[in-house]
């Protein structure tokens, strides 16, 4: 049976204010219209869950130039703390950072990651209009500064959004350049974009059929060591396609997708009865991945290594919560 992997996560969002306003996004507030998540608040979160390793850190993004820009990364920064202090793994996807800010994140997390969307210029006069932090090379010098830094990352493709098929394939290939200069990418995830109640955008999903081929030129551009992965939640009907396709690993599984709420993630074991009798292999895995262990810091290795040694390959737990 071939393994598929997925990672047992817990999404924690300091704040949904983002000064970005894309038009397809169901994540957002405007600026100033959303309470901030106390580390109080977090903590009692965190204490009420079980069978969760990765503590996925999300956040809306604060202007570079805003007075409470710093008030914001200390607060991610001190949730990452948090979270690592109860046995969590963070990862956090924050947006655009600076370089300092990421090294910064980097001793409190095991990995990061950032969403390439598409090397495409154009959609800044469409989806992303107003959305500043979305321009293409400032993106992809996010993706070159994790590699300096030497921060195991994940990145990937938003997926039906106004780009074309060689945009596509542009934007696999900018990414398996970089990897290929710093060997640091871990994931390349493949998101098609699906409507949701909250945005302004009005178009149809992205189509199955196009989402299989792509996975099968995707797995043609990037190395065998990058996995591809791919949101079950919004591959629900072609979900075996797409892994007989070469996709390989199902992202973090969670009670509640914060980014696209309309499509809740499906249970572990509904996963794993879906799976097994087409011979895959549903294996939980961590949000670092083996090959970069050594990249960490002395107390994040020995938290990573605490949970390889916990015989985390063969749990078949999903995400509960304690009474």
Known sequence: MKAITYSSAYTIVPTYECFNRCTYCNFRTDPGQDEWMSLAQAEHILQRLDHVVELLILSGEVHPNSARRASWFD??????????????????????????????????????????EQMTPTLLESVHRHAPSKLPEVRLQQLAWAGELQIPFTTGLLLGIGESERDRIETLVAIANIHEQYKHIQ?????????????????????????????????????????????????????????????????????????????????VEALRQQLEPQSYHLVQRLPIYPQYDRWLADDLRAAVEHHRTAGLETSKNSVTYRK
């Not at 202090?85 to 990651?113: R, W």
């Not at 043609?220 to 007989?244: E, F, G, H, K, Y």
């Open 75 to 116: 607060r991610i920064f001190d949730l990452c703390k948090l979270a690592l202090s109860m046995g969590f793994l963070p990862h956090t996807n924050a947006g655009i950072l600076s370089f300092d800010e990421m090294a910064k994140l980097k001793t409190v997390n095991v990995s990061m990651g950032l969403m390439l």
């Open 187 to 267: 994931e390349v995830i493949l998101q098609p974009y699906s409507p949701g109640q909250k945005e302004s955008l009005s178009q149809a999903a992205f189509q199955p059929g196009q989402l299989v081929q792509l996975i099968k030129i995707a797995r043609s551009i990037l190395p065998d060591t990058i996995s591809i992965q791919i949101p079950p939640n919004l591959v629900a009907d072609d979900l075996i396609a797409c892994l007989d396709a070469g996709a390989q690993d199902l992202g973090g599984i969670s009670p509640h997708d914060e980014v696209n709420p309309d499509y809740p993630h499906p249970k």
